[in-house]
């Protein structure tokens, strides 16, 4: 669970949880689940709840099946993706509108969930170099940066050890730049993770971190 907060004023909270080995109409996979919202303070300016469903490829843990159910206001959004061999199947509907279509030779393109359970896998080294093609809202954005350097840092929990990892997100012409902070425990959980972009910068905190029962299986 985190929590978030923009330009320095509390805005919200999200939270992510790890299911176990389902057989699902994607195929087998582990599921992700994000849930989040603004706070009453935050939806004066923008009223958001979202839930979001991801399917872990337990093979190469690349991402099977991504869906996305936004609220924003009044106004809804949803967004699907089926991962294959041939490409990415996607679906976007904005209140009634819907668009549908296909994306070929990009089995490589990872949904936001994956790529932020994935981060916690990386053989952690000084200006590594990190590459990833994202999709979200029938885009594929192009993900790459740098692992920067070794870095203890305040969090709700006290002083920890993390590698900060500095990312750039490109859309089009625009550049959004996101640093997350992983720590170096061996269950390296994101502590910290900071997304600029014009309107200011949005932060968000680990406020609570539960490890899972079972061992993660790798077919």
């Given at each position: 669970t985190y929590l978030v907060s923009v330009r320095g004023v509390r805005a919200g909270s999200a939270s992510f949880r790890l299911g176990g080995l389902e057989?699902?109409?994607?195929?087998?996979?582990?599921?992700?689940?994000?849930?989040?919202?603004?706070?009453?303070?935050?939806?004066?300016?923008?009223?958001?709840?979202?839930?979001?469903?991801?399917?872990?490829?337990?093979?190469?843990?690349?991402?099977?099946?991504?869906?996305?159910?936004?609220?924003?206001?009044?106004?809804?959004?949803?967004?699907?993706?089926?991962?294959?061999?041939?490409?990415?199947?996607?679906?976007?509907?904005?209140?009634?509108?819907?668009?549908?279509?296909?994306?070929?030779?990009?089995r490589q393109g990872f949904d936001p969930l994956v790529v932020l359970y994935n981060l916690r896998d990386l053989d952690f080294q000084p200006k590594q170099r990190v590459c990833a093609r994202v999709y979200g809202f029938r885009t594929l954005r192009r993900v790459e940066g740098l692992i920067e350097q070794e870095e203890v840092i305040q969090t709700l929990a006290g002083p920890v050890k993390t590698w900060r990892v500095q990312l750039t997100i490109h859309e089009g012409k625009r550049k959004r730049q996101l640093t997350v902070w992983v720590g170096k425990g061996d269950d390296r959980p994101v502590w910290r993770a900071e997304l600029k972009s014009r309107k200011g910068t949005m932060v968000m905190e680990l406020a609570r971190h539960v490890l899972g029962q079972k061992p993660i299986y790798r077919l």
């Open positions: 057989r699902t109409p994607h195929g087998a996979g582990y599921t992700i689940r994000a849930d989040f919202e603004t706070n009453a303070f935050a939806s004066v300016a923008a009223d958001l709840r979202g839930k979001v469903l991801s399917l872990l490829d337990p093979r190469n843990q690349s991402s099977r099946f991504y869906r996305n159910d936004l609220t924003r206001g009044r106004m809804e959004y949803k967004d699907r993706a089926s991962f294959g061999d041939q490409g990415i199947d996607w679906s976007y509907h904005v209140g009634k509108r819907r668009r549908a279509g296909k994306m070929r030779g990009s």
